[in-house]
């Protein structure tokens, strides 16, 4: 059964657990991230079903914050997918509601925009958002000086802990597509059974280029034509607007994002 381990490892801990059970796949982390302004004492870890480590993510308690971090996972991971969801939802609740949350994104592939993107939509704040000062005014000045320093391209934010309801609002990039999600692929008329709050999930992971995932059939929306883009665009409009059309307009879709529909059919999406 894949699951969140109970316990709470130490650092050292944790990276002996997972390189006994990733020989091939060793946890790697910056130097400068093991001690200093982002040092994690505390880890949750995610098994596979053989209990062998599959993803990870940190914590650290200071006297005026909360700094969070290190979320890895392996390749065998990636696959299965849910891997954000899972731990925070572990974590989340092992953090001082009282105290405000720091975390930096740099994404390892080195799409911070993406990254941080998505971190907005998930209650983050960063330096240019609307807000950030009134984050900013529950942190010391130290804190918020040795942060602008150590990243000072603006790509750190601050958060309050989540309660349960605004948990379940947050999307991440590796969640795993629910069951409806399959019942589409599988049987497209199943469409007209699909909720409005569905169809709205769907539309922002095609525009956020997160479906369709097969690289080789079909092209990220962001790298699709013009006339490519406002076909998809109004087949979306045309499932919110026709409900019992929901089917006919996610074919429209798949159509539009094929590479064979779009001019440049050969172009790289990368990851």
Not at 217 to 235: E, G
């Amino acid at each position: 059964m894949v699951k969140v381990l109970p316990a709470i490892f130490s650092y050292e801990d944790m990276k002996s657990k997972w390189n006994q059970d990733n020989p091939d796949e060793q946890y790697t982390r910056r130097a400068d991230l093991v001690t200093g302004i982002y040092a994690l004492d505390n880890w949750v870890i995610r098994v596979d079903d053989e209990q062998n480590a599959i993803s990870t993510v940190g914590w650290k308690e200071h006297p005026s914050h909360i700094v969070v971090g290190g979320m890895l996972a392996t390749k065998k991971g990636r696959e299965i997918g849910g891997n954000n969801r899972a731990l925070q939802d572990a974590r989340e609740p092992q953090l001082n509601s009282s105290k405000p949350i720091v975390a930096a994104f740099g994404h390892r592939d080195g799409d911070n925009s993406r990254w941080m993107a998505n971190a907005r939509k998930n209650g983050w704040r960063f330096s240019e958002d609307e807000g950030f000062d009134e984050f900013k005014s529950m942190l010391p000045e130290q804190i918020i000086n040795q942060w602008n320093s150590a990243y000072p391209n603006g790509n750190w934010g601050i958060r309050t802990v989540r309660g349960k309801d605004e948990f379940a609002k947050c999307v991440y990039e590796d969640d795993v597509l629910p069951a409806w999600w399959n019942i589409v692929k599988a049987k497209p008329n199943s469409m007209k059974a699909i909720s409005d709050s569905q169809w709205l999930t769907l539309k922002e992971r095609i525009l956020n280029d997160e479906v369709p995932v097969d690289r080789s059939k079909y092209v990220r929306y962001t790298n699709l034509s013009k006339i490519n883009k406002r076909m998809v665009l109004y087949y979306l409009k045309l499932g919110f607007s026709r409900p019992r059309r929901r089917a006919e307009a996610y074919k429209g879709v798949l159509e539009e994002m094929l590479r064979s529909s779009n001019e440049r059919y050969d172009i790289e999406d990368g990851n």
